[in-house]
């Protein structure tokens, strides 16, 4: 055999199988790498708009916690004004209160003064009379000086 004869058999069959891979094989494997490709670039996109829809979540997340805490202290801050008129409402009742017990009591004192005042005039009048009778060594009638002890009461 000739090396030659051999070389160029080989290079032909060489020749045939690119043809045969060019024409049977490389479409199958740009099929698929094409596909591939196109499921990485899907990919990317994908992740592309969730990487943009994560920012633009997060900024509302962060503005409805702000507002939530800007609401929040707007409710703190009704409740301590709301804590403070109740605390002056519960002060003025009780001022209140307070002046009409004491009223209540002083009108009390009153009446307790004004009915010791007058068991007092009646004790001085019995007293007097009672002097009188001693001294005068007689008894008094307290029907017919009834109009004298009124007198002497009223004028202690």
Not at 67 to 79: F, P
Not at 123 to 131: F, K, N, S, T
Request: aromatic letters at 6%.
């Amino acid at each position: 055999m000739n090396i030659n004869a051999t070389l160029i058999g080989q290079a032909i069959w060489f020749a045939l199988f690119i043809w045969f891979v060019m024409k049977m094989v490389w479409p199958y494997f740009q099929r698929i790498i094409a596909e591939r490709q196109k499921e990485v670039a899907d990919g990317l996109a994908a992740a592309e708009r969730g990487r943009q829809t994560l920012e633009i979540s997060t900024r509302q997340a962060e503005e409805e916690v702000k507002r939530a805490r800007e609401r929040a202290a707007d409710i703190v801050a009704q409740a301590e004004k709301r804590a403070t008129q109740m605390v002056d409402e519960a002060r003025g009742a009780a001022r209140e209160e307070g002046s009409r017990e004491k009223a209540a009591a002083q009108a009390e004192i009153e009446q307790q003064y004004a009915r010791a005042r007058e068991q007092l005039r009646e004790q001085v009048a019995m007293l007097a009379v009672a002097g009188a009778e001693k001294i005068l060594r007689r008894e008094v009638d307290a029907r017919a000086h009834a109009q004298l002890l009124e007198s002497i009461k009223a004028q202690l």
